[in-house]
């Protein structure tokens, strides 16, 4: 793994940089994380939209070093710096709420310069932690900035604050759009933008590798929820629903699979009380977890 390299020294692939057409319009992405989750996905499919459009923006993504996501845009040619973003929590008390704005304050001039040096027109923020900075950086460098919204968790104060900071907001569903212009964002600014598929990708396969290793019968039929594991995901409604479901008699052949995993170490309780639902409801023979995966297509697939 190669280090970081600082922010006022973009590195960009050289794959790309022969391939820049000119008069193309920058734009630059931010993701605060190097881990592959929803929203790389997410952000992975909108810069293929883009490539195979032969459009006429240039995506450059800015986001920490140390990670698979930063492995497959640089093996895929994307243009990538490496950016001192990181995740931020909510915070628990005043040391933790101090020490995520010094590293806000202390990282904005830098990505102040990285919006200078590679000329963005754009500012696209991939996450409300992104926009933190995002938005700032927009602000200072009078940028327009895009704040995407891909959580439906509670900002409170903090959402109008972000929202200021934003030319538009993306939320990817309704019930994001809705909680969003519930907590002050104007509606106005706020558009529905649901998270597009590759249909070249995502496609019924012939066989799922998945399924294959999966210690279930032949002809189990697989219920599964796909996600990380974090409380906002809500799996415990499936696990409730699945011990509702084999007390029908005609469900004998029913299986579940969560399939995700805790990406940050940050959820060990949330965990723990999944596992001890399942053993709660007797579904232990019935239910696996299966850990993170990067190939989404086939985990649907297996279910």
Known sequence: ???????????????????????????????????????????????WGLRRADSPYEPIIALPDGGPFLELLRDEGWSVTLAPLRRIQRPRGIIDGMASLLHVLQTAPHICRLVEQTKA????SNSTTA?????????????PTIWHCRDLVPLSRLAPQLAAKATRVIAISGCVADLLEKEGVPHEKI?????????????????????????FPEDAFIFGA???????KNHTAFIEAAAQLVQ????????????GGDLWGEQTPYVAKLRDLVKK???????????????????????
């Open 1 to 47: 793994m190669e280090t970081a390299t600082p922010v006022d020294a973009p590195q960009h692939h050289p794959k790309l940089l022969a391939s820049r057409k000119l008069g193309s319009t920058p734009i630059l992405y931010l993701n605060h994380s190097a881990q592959m989750s929803g929203a790389e996905s997410s952000l992975r499919t909108l810069l």
């Open 121 to 124: 027109k754009l500012v696209h």
């Open 131 to 143: 926009h933190l900075l995002g938005g700032l950086a927009g602000e200072r460098t009078g940028r």
């Open 191 to 215: 558009v529905c933008l649901r998270n597009g598929i590759d249909p070249d990708e995502w496609h019924v396969r012939e066989r799922s590798l998945l399924r294959e290793s999966l210690p």
């Open 226 to 232: 796909v996600g990380q594991l974090v409380p906002w």
């Open 248 to 259: 029908d008699e005609g469900c004998d052949r029913a299986r579940f699979v969560v399939i």
């Open 281 to 303: 409801y007797d579904l232990a023979d019935r239910f696996t977890f299966i850990p993170n995966r990067m190939d989404g297509a086939d985990a649907i697939t297996a279910l």
